[in-house]
């Protein structure tokens, strides 16, 4: 396939804001497709060349795309970036750039998507010295074969930010539509199309399968690969694999004992909610591997989870969920969570970081054993299991603290207990409910006593001055529209972050963490790549045109850094709505 038809999808995705119009072109898109490309156009239009869960990232910075940029048209890169600070989007720069020198690129071949995407991977596996240089010298050769709209979304498929606003629930629908489209001959007319995947639908039904292929496989490319190739019935085979990470089971809110009864159902099962970093890990016979719930690979940052479970888990076959949390080697005292979370970045002295900073693990489910998904299985079956297979010890491995009750009285002074021993809350959590990845279904909530906070990620921020200058001080955050796949600004934040890097989240450790993700400077503001996701505490929701959600925050202060989280899992729009409604 040629890239100009993929940059012509992008161009007509990116042009309406309307989720069933994107819908429709997605789905027309694909409808054609032959088999062999659908899961390479399922990665792209995603804005990927690498799947979520791959540890190969392109990793291209801003500046090199500037220097491809420079050498492939001549043009300066001082001039280059002016251009970018007006526009805010190298993509379109590029673009731009390119029109401007339309003469190189007139005879050159046309270029095919898997050249394109080809390139974009080697990419990641350029390496040592001089490798900046190769790989500038590798993205201009593939803008100085494009056409100007082909270079606005290559650099943006460089730079990890496509823009095309496609949310996952308009992939699987648009995937779900091409295949219903295809196998039933017919062409749907979007306009009047209310209600088109309206329950109890063949349409529906086909959604959910391919939802359910997902949620076991995390990869809409495979999904979407097998469906339009061999249909519908072979998603089965999608299975869950033992070393590829799933998504998690999320929890919802409650605001007490009554309100977690009555989402969870009665009797429940009530459990210790520990402050810790969530751990996926896979065990086939003595082959381990630990993802974090953004999905990423971090079985070389943790040695002694390792260990641990080699010794301590008693089957061939596993994964487990469970937290781990951090304690002091010396005071054997459980530490806060971001002393824990430094160990995930970790790349050198490992082995004396886990010295330091041991970690125990406290299980609390198991969706695969012995060869087989327990996905399916109730939840007291998949604790029985756990009960059976793991060999609890202090400080290393435990089975969540759990008591199965129907009592208030009972369930009150268990989250009391909880409490007292230093833990964030209690879960509730539904015997005989499955394990439903990567969704807040209800079949467990959470129970904390602090007043609300957001999980945000920041998208701009501002150079102090005086004393501060040098550091990022003012921050923008945003929360996350499903629908649109957008980050929409709710609020600024300047308080709760600290001078001194001992007391707690300092304004250098923020602008640390934040400078590689610049994308523009305008004065002191600075835009910022959506990446670094930080939990907000606030007094109130209030509406507010000053911001792209429409809300803002009302004294909005910084908890702390969430490092476990993706940006796409930060607090949802509706989310926010539905608690603006409550207050
Ligand atoms: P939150 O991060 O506030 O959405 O709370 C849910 C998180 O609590 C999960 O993602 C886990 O990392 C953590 N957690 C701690 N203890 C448990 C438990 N017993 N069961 C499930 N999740 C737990």
Redesign the pocket.
């Known amino acids: 396939m040629q890239y100009s038809e993929l940059a012509g999808l992008y161009e007509k995705l990116e042009a309406t804001s309307k989720r069933l119009e994107k819908t429709k072109i997605l789905a027309d898109f694909l409808k054609e497709c032959s088999a062999k490309d659908v899961d390479k156009i399922i990665l792209m239009v995603q804005g990927l060349v690498f799947p979520k869960f791959e540890e190969n990232k392109i990793g291209i910075a801003s500046k090199l795309v500037v220097k491809a940029l420079n050498t492939a048209t001549g043009i300066s890169s001082p001039d280059i970036e002016k251009s970018w600070k007006k526009t805010g989007d190298l993509g379109l720069t590029a673009e731009e750039l390119m029109k401007r020198k339309r003469q190189h690129t007139l005879f050159s071949e046309s270029l095919s998507v898997d050249k394109v995407y080809k390139n974009i991977r080697k990419l990641a596996e350029i390496e040592g010295t001089g490798s900046t240089d190769v790989k500038m010298k590798t993205i201009s050769e593939l803008l100085t074969s494009a056409k100007p709209l082909e270079t606005r979304y290559i650099v943006r498929l460089l730079l990890e930010d496509l823009r095309v606003g496609l949310g996952e629930g308009t992939l699987r629908d648009a995937i779900a539509l091409a295949y219903f489209e295809r196998k039933e001959k017919k062409d749907i007319d979007i306009q009047n199309a209310q209600g088109l995947f309206g329950k109890a639908s063949e349409l529906s039904e086909i959604r959910d399968k391919i939802q359910q292929a997902y949620d076991v496989t995390n990869d809409y490319a495979a999904v979407a690969g097998i469906l339009m190739d061999k249909g519908i019935d072979y998603l089965k085979k999608l299975q869950l694999d033992v070393f590829k990470p799933v998504k998690?089971?999320?929890?919802q809110?409650v605001k007490d004992i009554d309100e977690g009864f009555e989402k969870v159902g009665k009797p429940a099962a009530l459990?210790?909610?520990?402050?810790?970093?969530?751990m996926l890990i896979g065990k086939e016979k003595d082959k381990i591997t630990i993802h974090t719930?953004r999905l990423e690979n971090v079985t070389k940052q943790f040695p002694d989870v390792v260990s641990l479970i080699k010794e301590n888990v008693k089957t061939e076959s596993c994964i487990i969920?469970?937290?781990a949390v951090g304690f002091d080697a010396k005071t054997k005292k459980y530490v806060p969570f971001q002393n824990i979370s430094q160990r995930i970045k970790r790349k050198y002295d490992i082995d004396k970081m886990s010295k330091e900073l041991p970690v125990e693990l406290?299980v609390?489910?198991i969706i695969y054993y012995e060869g087989k998904s327990m996905i399916d299985e109730k939840f007291e079956n998949r604790r029985k299991i756990l009960e059976k297979i793991i060999k609890q010890k202090e400080l290393k491995i435990r089975l969540?603290?759990?008591l199965i009750t129907d009592n208030k009285d009972k369930a009150q002074r268990f989250y009391e207990k909880s409490l007292n021993a230093g833990?964030?809350g209690?879960?509730l959590?539904t015997l005989n409910a499955p394990y439903k990845p990567g969704s807040r279904v209800g079949f467990?909530v959470?129970l904390?006593p602090v007043m609300e906070t957001l999980?945000l990620v920041i998208v701009a921020a501002e150079w102090g001055e005086g004393k501060r200058a040098g550091w990022l001080t003012s921050f923008t955050v945003a929360c996350y529209d499903e629908d649109t796949d957008e980050f929409l600004e709710i609020g600024k934040f300047g308080t709760g972050i600290k001078e001194k890097e001992e007391e707690g989240t300092s304004f250098e450790e923020l602008t640390k963490l934040l400078k590689p993700f610049i994308i523009s400077e305008k004065g002191r503001e600075v835009i910022i790549k959506p990446k670094i996701v930080v939990e907000i505490k606030f007094e109130e929701i209030q509406k507010s045109p000053s911001y792209s959600s429409g809300y803002a925050l009302r004294f909005p202060r910084l908890v702390r850094i969430?490092e476990?989280?993706r940006p796409d899992e930060s607090s949802a729009l509706s989310q926010i709505q539905g608690m603006y409604k409550e207050q």
């Not at 998690?248 to 929890?251: G, I, K, N, S």
């Not at 459990?271 to 969530?278: L, M, N, S, T, W």
Request: proline share 0%; net charge neutral.
């Open positions: 998690v089971m999320l929890a809110k459990e210790y909610k520990y402050d810790g970093f969530r719930r969920d469970c937290e406290n609390f489910d969540a603290e759990q833990n964030e209690i879960m959590k467990m959470k904390k999980d969430r476990d989280r």
